[in-house]
């Protein structure tokens, strides 16, 4: 399967712990984006990379959050000392070039007790 | 500001009910709308990309139109595996920005 990768796929912590989401896209698509979606909403941009380089990051991203993207392939996002609010669905999605189709992963699944 | 509305909501057809999904959009320009389907707990799977008034785009019992203003998803005669939310995005005409999604209609077809 070459489709966008996702890990861990469920995530449970408690409150003010740091987690971290991994996302592999599909080879050789040098953008990768970041999405939250909570329910009964549509995803939510957060942050997208073209290769290594990270070109926009929402107002939704607030100082907490801390996205990578090392030698423009896989990528991490990191969340630091999390809160309730932040329990939703991360989910990464790649493309070849801007305005072409977003190819999306299973979502990491994220719940903060 | 740019927007998506999806309607409606929710959808319950009977298996080979056909009927329609309306996703209407305000965006400074448009590059592109995407359809896309989702099952509970998993991501988005990509269906169609439109980029221009009057394009239609077809797969099995789907059937995607685009106007100036709004796309609409054709289902005709769905089955029961049909049910699922449809998400609609759009692409606005800045670049340098990410898709736009609606809230999605959820559509249950039972047997």
């Known amino acids: 399967d070459t489709g966008v990768s996702q890990n861990p796929r469920h995530k449970i912590t408690k409150r003010g712990q740091n987690v971290t989401f991994r996302c592999d896209p599909i080879s050789e698509h040098n953008r990768l984006y970041w999405y939250r979606q909570t329910l009964g909403q549509g995803p939510e941009f957060l942050t997208y990379f073209q290769n290594e380089a990270q070109l926009e990051k929402s107002r939704l991203l607030s100082d907490r959050f801390s996205a990578e993207r090392p030698k423009g392939s896989f990528s991490t996002l990191e969340i630091q000392r999390t809160e309730q609010g932040d329990s939703a669905m991360y989910l990464c999605?790649?493309?070849?070039?801007?305005?072409?189709?977003?190819?999306f992963g299973p979502g990491t699944r994220l719940l903060v007790l | 500001e740019d927007q998506v509305t999806q309607s409606p909501e929710a959808l319950r057809l009977q298996e080979g009910e056909s009927s329609s999904l309306n996703c209407s959009y305000t965006v400074s320009g448009l590059r592109g709308l995407f359809w896309y389907r989702q099952d509970p707990g998993k991501g988005p799977e990509f269906l169609f990309t439109l980029y221009s008034a009057g394009e239609e785009k077809e797969k099995e019992r789907l059937k995607a139109t685009l106007t100036k203003k709004e796309s609409f998803l054709h289902i005709t005669a769905p089955k029961p595996e049909d049910s699922a939310t449809y998400l609609c995005?759009?692409?606005?005409?800045?670049?340098?920005?990410?898709?736009?999604f609606g809230k999605g209609t959820t559509l249950s077809v039972s047997s």
């Open positions: 995005a759009v692409f606005p005409g800045q670049a340098g920005t990410a898709l736009i």
């Open positions: 999605a790649s493309s070849p070039s801007e305005e072409e189709t977003q190819y």
